[in-house]
């Protein structure tokens, strides 16, 4: 895995991004995938997104659940 973080004011805003709904899901998907250029680190407005992976941790559900309370 690259450990290289791109610089914040470099990262793609997810709340720029506009994907023809017209387009098949395997397009939508491919269409994101391009203009995201990184779908594991990017920025929402004044947030710096940057998601981590592991085989053995909890769900992505779990850690929600455990942030809402």
């Known amino acids: 895995m690259d450990?290289?973080?791109t610089p914040t004011?470099?990262?793609v805003d997810i709340t720029t991004l506009s994907i023809d709904q017209d387009l098949s899901p395997e397009e939508r998907r491919?269409?994101?995938v391009r203009q995201i250029k990184n779908p594991n680190h990017f920025r929402c407005g004044q947030f710096?997104?940057?998601a981590n992976y592991t085989?053995?941790?909890?769900t992505l559900e779990e850690?929600?659940?455990?942030m809402m309370g």
């Open 3 to 5: 450990t290289r973080l």
């Open 9 to 11: 004011e470099e990262l």
């Open 30 to 32: 491919l269409d994101f």
């Open 48 to 50: 710096t997104i940057r």
């Open 55 to 58: 085989n053995d941790g909890p």
């Open 63 to 66: 850690c929600l659940q455990a």
